[in-house]
């Protein structure tokens, strides 16, 4: 009989490199008024920072919007777990409304590099491939537009 026990859960790695300092990236995830700028994998969406309280056993909500007249919202939050301020970032991530969903982990690491920052993200816990492959997507978009928010 086999005893091994297969991995009920998806794993994402993203990495990136952002040409801004550590700090300003750091802070990109860190102050509400920046994350509100960037954190929605589309220009066509409009994110609001609900709550943002980043210490060990704080708690975040972020709410995206998507779709004129017709409108979807799309509502995030989680609590900070561990914080190395400019280096490290971990946090759970748990959609609203989804009641079967699993409560996710999510790493993010700032490697200082001088006028560069290199990132890593990875999300763990996720409940399929399909939403695996969702969340590489929507990270995809965000990253891209947090990119986008440092050069300018």
């Known amino acids: 009989m086999d005893t091994a026990q297969k991995n009920e859960y998806e794993t994402l790695h993203i990495s990136r490199t952002f040409k801004a300092p550590?700090?300003?990236v750091y802070e990109a995830w860190?102050?509400?008024k920046t994350l509100s700028q960037w954190f929605a994998p589309s220009d066509e969406m409009k994110t609001e920072v609900l709550e943002l309280d980043v210490r060990v056993g704080g708690r975040y909500k972020i709410r995206m919007e998507e779709g004129g007249s017709d409108?979807?919202?799309h509502t995030v939050g989680g609590e900070y777990l561990s914080i190395t301020p400019n280096e490290k970032l971990i946090?759970?991530?748990k959609?609203?409304?989804?009641?079967g969903n699993t409560e996710m982990l999510l790493t993010l690491e700032f490697i200082d590099k001088?006028?560069?920052?290199?990132?890593?993200l990875t999300q763990e816990r996720i409940p399929s491939e399909e939403a695996?492959?969702?969340h590489n997507e929507?990270?995809?978009g965000c990253l891209t537009r947090l990119d986008n928010l440092l050069i300018d």
């Open 22 to 24: 550590c700090h300003k």
């Open 30 to 32: 860190t102050m509400a």
């Open 71 to 73: 409108c979807e919202f």
């Open 91 to 93: 946090f759970t991530w």
């Open 95 to 99: 959609w609203e409304g989804d009641d």
């Open 114 to 120: 001088g006028d560069t920052t290199d990132f890593l």
């Open 132 to 134: 695996r492959d969702a």
């Open 138 to 140: 929507g990270w995809t």
